[in-house]
């Protein structure tokens, strides 16, 4: 029996079972994706999207599905406690794929909603359906089929129109589970005209057994609306991962998604954003910190679909042991976006010989007055300037760790909330160091 096979066989099985512990908007799409799923099976290395893609045969192994919702123990003051010191975060989080608000949690402004996903569902309906599987709707990708056809839950945020959240909001994610254990997230992000929202999402695993993280996030960013996305991963390498994330930004919305791996076995990242309207502008970008027999992939698409629109993307790999990379990135400029600026760039660098990037920057141009541009590097470490640095004085390890942090900084410039960044430098230069980046007073890190 092949892997898709063992799938399609678990659906019918339990298909009643997963529609009696599901919200109907749900459960509304679950029969169309299942027989999408059913028919594409899981994407494979001969699509483009997926050419360099290893995630697909993390999925061989014998998962375990909380299909029935079983709730798992929280003791939420002894695990969940990711401090960023200096600001205040509202903290929630989602025990493998369930959601969960610490007692400490404070309400959020008036108007902000956020909550599980099903909750919403119940609560919200109108609202909710205006917005579900608006960006996934014409999908044909077998994950995102897949998704649909077994998620059950995922977190719900809704910023209504000129409410601005102070706090940055910070979900963190627990892997936990005593046997492999395959989860499914299906997430919704709403930000009215004119709201304003910082998010940051932490992935941790705590139990040393296979996990299959999947994620599926749509964004909705309204004109004038500002919304950054931070992600964070450190779980460890029986840990694989899928993100899949898309966006919709209207006339004069901006946004910055910010991913950063620091730990972890297998991640893909898949993230697609539609500017559509007049003057919007994003920022992409990410980090990732690799060694052993890591792999993490970036695909991205940012489709430039209206005037007047700004999208700058970075991203940097540090490769390390038999680590490999793939940066996979296509910029689209429709016909009608004119007055378009669109940069991209990926620079690697690989520690070993053994590590592996592959990169593919990608611009597909149908206007004629843009300013785009693309590009790639990938090397070692500058000798010259160690040689140099060394004859200054400086030791060879401590001028190694200068170059590294440098060559990270504009990632990491990319943070505004600044504890928040300083925070993030600390981790990313104890891990260069090898060193644990728990965060302090977090045993689930």
């Not at 007049?278 to 970008?285: I, N």
Request: proline share 2%.
């Amino acid at each position: 029996m092949n892997f898709e096979q063992q799938y399609i066989d678990l659906y019918r099985q339990a298909s009643m079972a997963l529609k009696n512990s599901s919200a109907t908007l749900l459960n509304n799409r679950r029969d169309k994706a299942f027989a999408l799923f059913e028919q594409i099976g899981f994407p494979t290395r001969q699509q483009e999207d997926y050419l360099y893609s290893q995630i697909q045969k993390q999925l061989g192994i014998n998962y375990g599905v909380n299909i029935n919702r079983i709730n798992s123990p929280v003791n939420d003051k002894e695990i969940f406690a990711c401090n960023v010191p200096g600001i205040r975060t509202d903290l929630f989080f989602m025990l493998n794929d369930q959601f969960h608000v610490p007692k400490q949690t404070k309400s959020l402004p008036d108007g902000v909603l956020m909550c599980s996903l099903s909750e919403a569902c119940q609560l919200y309906p109108e609202l909710v359906n205006r917005y579900l599987g608006q960006k996934t709707v014409k999908k044909t990708d077998g994950f995102v089929a897949f998704n649909e056809t077994f998620s059950q839950d995922g977190f719900f945020l809704y910023v209504p129109k000129n409410r601005q959240c102070e706090n940055p909001i910070q979900l963190i994610n627990i892997l936990r589970s005593k046997v492999d254990l395959l989860t499914f997230s299906r997430n919704l992000i709403i930000l009215e005209e004119g709201a304003q929202a910082k998010l940051l999402v932490c992935d941790h695993a705590t139990s040393d057994v296979n996990f299959f993280s999947h994620q599926l996030t749509e964004i909705f960013i309204a004109e004038n609306a500002n919304f950054d996305y931070y992600s964070l991963e450190s779980t460890h390498l029986k840990t694989n991962s899928l993100k899949q994330i898309f966006i919709q930004q209207n006339a004069n919305s901006k946004a910055v998604v910010n991913t950063i791996g620091l730990n972890n076995g297998c991640t893909r990242n898949h993230i697609e954003i539609d500017l559509e309207g007049s003057g919007a502008e994003t920022w992409l970008g990410g980090m990732l910190v690799s060694d052993r027999t890591q792999q993490n992939e970036n695909f991205t698409v940012i489709r430039h679909l209206a005037p007047h629109c700004k999208s700058n993307e970075l991203y940097k790999y540090i490769l390390g042991g038999q680590a490999e990379g793939t940066f996979s990135g296509r910029v689209v400029v429709q016909k009608n976006a004119q007055k378009t600026e669109a940069y991209q760039t990926n620079n690697n660098i690989c520690l070993t010989k053994e590590a592996q990037m592959y990169t593919k920057p990608q611009l597909e141009i149908y206007a004629d007055d843009v300013k785009c541009s693309h590009g790639a590097t990938t090397g070692r470490l500058d000798e010259s300037a160690l040689f140099y640095m060394q004859t200054r004085g400086i030791d060879k390890t401590e001028a190694r760790m200068m170059l590294l942090s440098a060559f990270t900084a504009d990632i990491l410039n990319y943070v505004a909330v600044e504890p928040l960044r300083d925070q993030l430098r600390s981790m990313v230069e104890r891990r260069l160091r090898g060193n644990s980046i728990k965060c302090k007073g977090c045993s689930g890190c």
